[in-house]
T-cell receptor
Framework: DQQVKQNSPSLSVQEGRISILNCDYT??????FLWYKKYPAEGPTFLIS?????DKNEDGRFTVFLNKSAKHLSLHIVPSQPGDSAVYFC?????????????FGKGTHLIIQP | DAEITQSPRHKITETGRQVTLACHQT?????MFWYRQDLGHGLRLIHY???????NKGEVSDGYSVSRSNTEDLPLTLESAASSQTSVYFC???????????FGQGTRLTVV
């Protein structure tokens, strides 16, 4: 049973517009959430994180929103740039136990069109 | 600069052979992980370790083993390689459960 779900395998957005990537989770023990970005032939790199005690975290063009009641988080990229084209993975961990390591979603391939 | 390195970057092996993938980190992180990435499955956890002499099974641990004899290294061994283990393998390390994990560049393993 998939505990972290990214239901959109791909997303195409025009350069300069907002990109919104979504992630849902089922394990109520998850209390720390991260987004990773991955280019082909490279390892994933950390982008931004959020603790369950917050509902928003911002870092430059990247903002992550957490809705605990809906078990949903989203990553907003504003404005989208060509270098943002990559696969984005949502990940979650249970710092108090209840899950192993970091659990990842299947990823969303973001394509920024000129 | 601290880093995490995997070797080899590419490996082709035959079915039934034992294969070991190396992972070395210089951050002095206690937590280390091995994931595999397959199309349609994202990143799935194979094994992980919280520290020296500690190892734990992840979601897809069958056919794999790890050992942690020091802080820096977590080698992943495929006891008897199978075609289903053809994949890209990523090693990662983190300082704690509330910090990001740093990933290696990956090892592309092909079992023929």
């Amino acid at each position: 049973d998939q505990q972290v779900k990214q239901n959109s395998p791909s997303l195409s957005v025009q350069e300069g517009r907002i990109s919104i990537l979504n992630c849902d989770y089922t394990n109520s023990m998850f209390d720390y959430f991260l987004w990773y970005k991955k280019y082909p032939a490279e390892g994933p790199t950390f982008l931004i994180s959020i603790s369950s005690i917050k509902d928003k975290n911002e870092d430059g063009r990247f903002t992550v929103f957490l809705n605990k009641s809906a078990k949903h988080l989203s990553l907003h990229i504003v404005p989208s740039q060509p270098g943002d084209s990559a696969v984005y993975f949502c990940a979650a961990s249970a710092t108090g136990g209840g899950a192993d390591g970091l659990t990842f979603g299947k990823g969303t391939h973001l394509i920024i069109q000129p | 600069d601290a880093e995490i390195t995997q070797s080899p970057r590419h490996k082709i092996t035959e079915t039934g052979r034992q294969v070991t993938l190396a992972c070395h980190q210089t951050w002095n992180h206690n937590n280390m992980f091995w994931y595999r990435q397959d199309l349609g499955h994202g990143l799935r956890l194979i094994h992980y370790s919280y520290g020296v002499q500690d190892t734990n099974k992840g979601e897809v641990s069958d056919g794999y083993s790890v050992s942690r004899s020091n802080t820096e290294d977590l080698p992943l061994t495929l006891e008897s390689a199978a075609s289903s283990q053809t994949s890209v393998y990523f090693c990662a390390s983190s300082e704690s459960w509330v910090s990001e994990a740093f990933f290696g560049q990956g090892t592309r393993l092909t079992v023929v």
